[in-house]
């Protein structure tokens, strides 16, 4: 398989990705800049489905749309379990958690020192 990075600034890739699980009704959804506090990437996004179902759906979502654009993911973990899986776009780590194992790992606690940016203007009213 060919792996395509985005040819987009991660910022940018990282936006696209929020406003992608938000129109797929994901719940809490951060976009965490970590690139001063390592070389993993530049960027998380971690987002919550309320079910297994959802979490999968969620990330499927994101990687059908990124797809669409040439772009797929490095590597993805996590598909069969249905807790937590990550979708790895080199520069932007996606993170999508059934509700319990997000709080059980709180990548936010983690990652306090990242810059948690305002994505309020990515979000869908309600």
Sequence with gaps: MVFMMSTREPLELAQDIVTILDKKLAKDIKLIKISDLTVLADYF?????????????????????LKQEGVTPKNVEGKHPGGWIILD???????VFYSETREFYDLEKLWIDGETLDISNLLVEE
């Design 45 to 65: 996004v971690i987002a919550t489905g309320t079910n297994s179902t959802q979490v999968k759906a969620l990330a499927a979502e994101v990687e059908f749309k």
């Design 89 to 95: 776009y080199y520069s932007v780590i996606v993170h």
